[in-house]
Each structure stands twice: as structure tokens, then as C-alpha cells.
């Protein structure tokens, strides 16, 4: 099963650091506080060379880092193109209460399609076209998560009332 990049990089995270108002290009590692153990993980070996899981978690920061960057430039261009419309995701759990999710952007897809041939060009060989269709496609999982998430939760109460 997949899991994203967000939830792989836990309990670690990058924060920038600003000198003096200016951005600086090195990043700060940080670690969630609650996962914090009293004598920790070894990291690092006795001579300050990185472990193989840390050096496995450090690549994947660095990779999260530069997809973050990669993923606010589309988004600008997007939003320059005019390309976002506001919307309000509707989710009806499987026995629960109907959620409304609202503050959320998606690409309007009739905007996209009246766009010109040579900015379709340039979103396909910016590598962008295909993440839209990805995006659009993600939307319609939504349900599906939410039914799995259901499942999930029903099974864990009955074993747990089966346990009793």
C-alpha cells in the first residue's frame, strides 16, 4: 500500500531559516517532540557518519524539499494561467456524519482545456500536465478513502469487542 511522502518522513520534518531577512538555502531538521524517546535512535556512528536509516530518511527530506519547491512553481504558474477555482469537498463517511471540507483549490478543468496550444506545450514539457490529470483523478478517491477508513474502523471495533 502506498503511503505518502508526508506521512513517510515522520517524525521528521524541514523548516527554512531566515538570517538577518534573508532566506538562507540550508534547511533545519526537525523532530515531532512527542516521538522523542529517552534514549533515542542512533543516528550516527561513534566517528559522526551517518547510520544507513538515517542517511534513507535525510535523502528522503531532501527529495520532499525539492517536491515541495517543484510543487509551489506549478502552483504559481497555475494560478497565473488562472487555472484554480475554490471548492468545497463533500464527504459522507460510511456511518458517520457528512464532512464539508471547505478552503480547497482544484484545477478547472474546462479552463484548462480552452488554454492555447503552446501553453499546453509548455505545462506538458514542464512535466506539469500529467500532475493536473493526476490531481483531477486524485479528487475522485476521495470517497474511496473515506469508505476505507470506515472499514478499517469498524473491524477495529469489533475485535476489540470480540477481545472482551
Not at 527530506?61 to 463533500?90: H, I, S, W
Request: charged share 30%; aromatic share 8%.
Amino acid at each position: 500500500m502506498y503511503l505518502p511522502a508526508y506521512v513517510r518522513r515522520y517524525p521528521f520534518c524541514m523548516a527554512t531559516i531566515t538570517v538577518d531577512g534573508q532566506l538562507r538555502e540550508e534547511r533545519l531538521v526537525c523532530v515531532e517532540k512527542t516521538a522523542l524517546k529517552d534514549k533515542g535512535d542512533r543516528l550516527f556512528d561513534e566517528a559522526g557518519a551517518p547510520l544507513a536509516d538515517w542517511e534513507r530518511q535525510q535523502k528522503l527530506l531532501v527529495e520532499y524539499e525539492a517536491d515541495l519547491l517543484r510543487t509551489n512553481e506549478m502552483c504559481k504558474l497555475l494560478n497565473e494561467l488562472g487555472l484554480f477555482e475554490p471548492f468545497t469537498m463533500q464527504a459522507n463517511p460510511a456511518g458517520g456524519e457528512p464532512l464539508a471540507l471547505a478552503g480547497m483549490a482544484r484545477v478547472h478543468e474546462q479552463k484548462l482545456s480552452a488554454l492555447d496550444a503552446d501553453k499546453i506545450r509548455s505545462l506538458m514539457e514542464k512535466g506539469y500536465l500529467g500532475r493536473i490529470y493526476t490531481h483531477l483523478g486524485s479528487l475522485d478517491n476521495f470517497q474511496r478513502l473515506l469508505d476505507r477508513r470506515a472499514s478499517l474502523t469498524a473491524r477495529q471495533k469489533e475485535s476489540t469487542a470480540s477481545a472482551s
